[in-house]
């Protein structure tokens, strides 16, 4: 068995489970979140896709991370 090339010893948070965790999050709950308020704009060229995904998915991602951070910050006892 090969040793491990990498190990992680972090005091307080694990920025890296958050990071990774905020990742999938974002994915699974913004991008449904996405598409359904998506239903309801008026979205006819590619230009206006993209900027209503980043209008929308941003302040997502931004929640998604401080709520991640939060229960990592109160779970690391």
């Known amino acids: 068995m090969p040793e ?8 307080g948070v694990d920025y890296g489970w ?10 699974v709950v913004g ?3 996405v ?3 998506s239903t309801t704009a008026t979205l006819p060229t ?3 896709r993209l900027e209503f995904a ?3 998915g941003a302040p997502v ?3 998604t991370s ?9 779970k690391q006892t």
């Open 4 to 11: 491990r090339v990498e190990t992680s010893s972090p005091d």
């Open 66 to 74: 401080i709520a991640v951070f939060a229960y990592a910050k109160r």
């Open 54 to 56: 980043i209008r929308v």
């Open 18 to 27: 958050v990071m990774q965790t905020t990742f999938v999050a974002t994915i």
């Open 61 to 63: 991602w931004l929640v």
């Open 35 to 37: 598409a359904a308020l």
């Open 31 to 33: 991008a449904p979140l």
């Open 46 to 48: 590619w230009a206006d």
